[in-house]
């Protein structure tokens, strides 16, 4: 059985930093890129970032390129985001979810973990 | 960045009842490859996003056969062909030919 599992989250001021995990398991991580999509309160799902099998290539969405960091480690089948100079409107919830290679699609999503960004 | 427009925002639907949901993008989504990279996705209250539908018309493992996909380029349909109370939640499309990925505003399906 496919599992994703998040941590790291919580609370941070404006301008902290933080980093987010995700734990694999039931699969074959190293053989799929991963990707982070968040979920701002009450609004839809925007995507974040992703990066390839082995780490070589990422992708990241306007609004945190500089700021957020993708990074996996595949012998700890664990992904990572490095969230830094966080703002207000980080606030979200943080899924990490599994790419799917055949049409890249998102095929099976963690439970999402709480960024909330406030003084 | 390709922009997916979803309409409509939300349906109220009689249980037994059909349903359908419309996505337009900015761009075409098929890739040199001859796939077009279109998928939908169900969030139900209180849970993280399942998928549904990948390249336009395939159902995901588990999916029930009343949901299908249809569409071509730049529009596409989900279609629901007797919604039952579990399908509730917001659904969302989503491409994936190339990055950013983005996704519909998301369509709020709810039961009369």
């Known amino acids: 059985e496919v599992q994703l599992v998040e941590s790291g989250g919580g609370l941070v001021q404006p301008g902290g930093s933080l980093r987010l995990s995700c734990a694999a398991s039931?699969?074959?991580?190293?053989?799929?890129?991963m990707s982070w999509v968040r979920q701002a309160p009450g609004k839809g799902l925007e995507w974040v970032t992703n990066?390839?099998?082995?780490?070589?290539?990422?992708h990241y969405v306007d609004s945190v390129k500089g700021r957020f960091t993708i990074s996996r480690d595949n012998a700890k089948k664990s992904l990572y985001l490095q969230l830094n100079s966080l703002r207000a409107e980080d606030t979200a919830v943080y899924y990490c979810?599994?790419?799917?290679?055949?049409?890249?699609?998102?095929?099976?999503w963690g439970q999402g973990i709480l960024v909330t960004v406030s003084s | 960045d390709i922009v997916m427009t979803q309409t409509p925002l939300s349906l109220s639907v009689t249980p037994g009842q059909p349903a359908s949901i419309s996505c337009k993008s900015s761009?075409?989504?098929?890739?040199?490859?001859?796939?077009?990279?279109l998928s939908w996705y169900l969030q139900k209250p209180g849970q993280s996003p399942l998928l549904l539908i990948y390249?336009?018309?395939n159902r995901f493992s588990g999916v029930p056969d009343r949901f299908s996909g249809s569409g071509s380029g730049t529009d596409f349909t989900l279609k629901i062909s007797r919604v039952e109370a579990e399908d509730v939640g917001v659904y969302y499309c989503?491409?994936?030919?190339?990055?950013?990925?983005?996704f519909g505003g998301g369509t709020k399906v709810e039961i009369k």
């Open positions: 979810a599994r790419v799917d290679s055949p049409g890249a699609v998102l095929d099976y």
């Open positions: 039931g699969f074959s991580f190293s053989s799929h890129w």
């Open positions: 990066i390839k099998e082995d780490g070589s290539e990422t």
């Open positions: 761009h075409s989504l098929l890739q040199s490859d001859g796939k077009t990279y």
């Open positions: 390249a336009v018309s």
């Open positions: 989503m491409q994936s030919v190339e990055p950013p990925l983005t």
